[in-house]
């Protein structure tokens, strides 16, 4: 296999990167690696949630604070930074203003060339941040406060991570996680082409994939996983701030490595980060009617009573499935880190499906 090392050239997916990653043996190569993490909770009363765009549907509290993990990534020869903050998605105006701030301290290092800023696409993190009309319209417009805490968090999980950069390796591990997302959409699902269909053993991805960055004396750094699912756990008649889902899945894989740190403070930053989530819901119970329990029909109604129809599960309320869910991702991907720690020196592929 061709054992070059791992270039940047092409930012503009992610998964670009994995492949690279994949198909060469960068894996056993040594780079520069850095990990941060900040808050990037900002208002949590009164500011309306973006994501269910409910107009109704304002904070009063808070489940999970939201947070910004950063990673650098440094061959000698070029560098790149993705960034996972738990917000429902990244406007071009928070980028802007990121890249501003990190100019300031670190003149042309870290510029629109090399850095990365992926929201987790939770639903229930303060919105009005976007500075677009579309998406700020059910935020009765832009919230200052919300803008500043996500702009400020991103920027000091990159400084962090900036402060501590290391030698290590990466690795990847991949596997599969079967009953913790389902198709929203069924029916168009089915309006593919048959021979695109039979492509797939499920009308979902259940793929799980992992980069694992240690360091040059064998200490775990971080994690980064791609799973497809929407934080959605935490309905739209939520008012508490929260990361959701994913966010919950990030706290208990760094709970597991920072032993008694609080959250957000250890070393080890962990990430389960946006992917290809677009129909692929965490509600495993599928959509009932709201009062009866029935199944809904093919056109997502209820008959007879004025009920709604909506997907839930799998837990008996958004907190317990929440957990759920997150628990289930947590899992996976801690028993991929255990077999890799075990099998580090083996190889850098490991299958996490036994």
């Given at each position: 296999?061709d054992?070059?090392r791992?270039?940047?050239h092409?930012l503009?997916t992610l ?14 190569a040594s780079?520069s690696?850095?990990v941060g993490?900040a808050?990037?909770?900002?208002p ?10 409910k107009m109704d549907?304002?904070?009063s509290g ?17 560098r790149?930074?993705f960034?996972?903050v738990?917000?429902?998605m ?13 100019q300031?301290?670190?003149?042309n290092l ?9 929201g987790?696409h ?19 417009g832009f ?9 400020n968090?991103i920027?000091?999980s990159?400084?962090?991570?900036h402060?501590n950069?290391?030698?290590?390796r990466?690795?990847?591990t991949?596997g599969e ?11 168009a699902y ?24 240690v360091?040059?004396d064998?200490?775990?750094l ?14 739209n ?10 966010g919950y899945?990030s706290i ?7 032993k008694?740190?609080m959250?957000g403070?250890g070393p080890?930053v962990?990430t389960?980060?946006?992917t290809?989530?677009g129909?692929?819901s ?7 009617c ?6 809904c029909?093919?056109s ?7 009920e709604m129809?909506?997907?839930s599960g799998p837990g ?7 957990s759920?869910?997150?628990r289930k ?5 801690a ?10 020196k083996?190889?850098p ?6």
């Amino acid at each position: 296999m061709d054992t070059k090392r791992l270039r940047f050239h092409d930012l503009s997916t992610l998964w670009i990167i994995l492949l690279t990653f994949i198909l060469s043996r960068s894996c056993l190569a040594s780079y520069s690696i850095g990990v941060g993490i900040a808050d990037s909770t900002g208002p949590v009363a009164e500011v309306v949630f973006m994501g269910y765009a409910k107009m109704d549907q304002k904070g009063s509290g808070i489940h999970l604070r939201t947070f910004s993990r950063a990673y650098i990534i440094d061959d000698g020869e070029e560098r790149f930074v993705f960034v996972s903050v738990d917000s429902c998605m990244i406007g071009n105006e928070v980028r802007k203003a990121v890249l501003h701030k990190l100019q300031s301290q670190y003149g042309n290092l870290y510029t629109e060339k090399n850095v990365m800023i992926s929201g987790t696409h939770t639903h229930s993190s303060p919105g009005g941040f976007m500075m677009d009309v579309l998406f700020d319209l059910t935020t009765y417009g832009f919230v200052k406060e919300s803008f500043n805490a996500i702009v400020n968090g991103i920027t000091r999980s990159i400084k962090r991570a900036h402060e501590n950069v290391v030698p290590g390796r990466i690795f990847i591990t991949q596997g599969e996680i079967l009953d913790a997302n389902i198709n929203r959409s069924p029916l168009a699902y089915l309006n593919n082409p048959k021979a695109e269909r039979d492509k797939y053993d499920n009308n979902v991805d259940k793929t799980m994939t992992q980069l694992q960055f240690v360091g040059a004396d064998n200490q775990p750094l971080g994690v980064i996983n791609w799973f497809a699912v929407h934080p959605t756990s935490m309905n739209n008649t939520n008012h508490l701030v929260s990361s959701d889902n994913v966010g919950y899945a990030s706290i208990l894989f760094e709970k597991m490595i920072n032993k008694n740190a609080m959250i957000g403070k250890g070393p080890f930053v962990a990430t389960f980060a946006s992917t290809n989530l677009g129909d692929v819901s965490p509600n495993t119970r599928g959509p009932k009617c709201e009062f009866s329990g029935l199944n809904c029909t093919d056109s997502y109604t209820c008959p007879g009573k004025k009920e709604m129809c909506f997907a839930s599960g799998p837990g008996k309320d958004m907190f317990e499935s929440t957990s759920i869910i997150a628990r289930k991702m947590f899992d996976k991907a801690a028993h991929g880190f255990s077999n890799f720690t075990s099998n580090m020196k083996v190889r850098p592929l490991i299958d996490l499906s036994n």
